[in-house]
């Protein structure tokens, strides 16, 4: 299993009083595979998904990200982790601004370390066909645009799961079908397991399975 959790809970104080957000989540996610979270606003996916990802510790129970048992690591070991382990699609894009197309893409290589780092990332973004936008900076393309490059940044890093936050959410109909069909085609060529969070059903359907929360329990 690359992702797997036990009984994992977690609370925060609001007011003083102790707020459940998720209530002993078990989990299974194999190599290669692809799961969607859904269910209604404020039943705790983005929540799960921080925590499978490693950027938030449960309250109670454990997590385990490629063997890696994550509720029991220090923040810098998990960035560790997520380092070697992780990528990530947000809603938002999160391409920085002052970097062009493939500047964003090669930088996490570049990180890493990896050899050719400049071609990889072309190629990438061929693959999600912006081979004539490479030099054009966030503000300069369509949010379509900018999704299909965060998805090229996500699959250049060869990370063993790719979590993806709302992918769509900021995409009219037509851009986020675009989108989906390339993360899709990426997903199928690649090693990655893949955990999306969505309110998107046709999104959801695409996945081998389907986990639905509800005020933070999976029904």
Do not use: W
Not at 118 to 136: C, G, T, Y
Not at 163 to 187: A, H, I, M
């Amino acid at each position: 299993m690359i992702i797997k959790t036990r009984n994992l809970s977690k609370q925060i104080l609001f007011n003083k009083e102790k707020l459940n957000i998720l209530s002993d989540i078990n989990l299974d996610v194999e190599e290669a595979s692809s799961i969607a979270i859904t269910g209604p606003s404020g039943s705790g996916k983005s929540t799960l998904l921080s925590i499978l990802a490693g950027l938030d510790l449960p309250s109670s129970g454990e997590v385990f990200l490629a063997d890696e048992p994550l509720h029991s690591l220090s923040e810098e070991k998990r960035a560790l982790v997520r380092k070697d382990s992780v990528a990530f699609v947000f809603q938002n894009f999160e391409l920085l601004p002052g970097l062009t197309a493939l500047e964003n893409v090669m930088l996490p290589l570049e990180l890493k370390a990896k050899k050719k780092a400049r071609e990889v990332a072309k190629n990438f973004l061929i693959k999600v066909d912006l081979q004539d936008r490479i030099n054009h900076y966030p503000k300069q393309l369509s949010g379509g645009e900018q999704q299909r490059v965060a998805i090229a940044r996500a699959f250049a890093c060869e990370a063993k799961v790719l979590f993806c936050d709302e992918p769509t959410g900021n995409l009219d109909s037509k851009n986020s079908q675009l989108v989906v069909d390339l993360l899709f085609d990426s997903y199928k060529d690649s090693s990655s397991a893949l955990v999306i969070v969505t309110h998107d059903k046709q999104l959801a359907s695409r996945c081998d399975r389907e986990l639905e929360l509800v005020s933070g329990k999976v029904v």
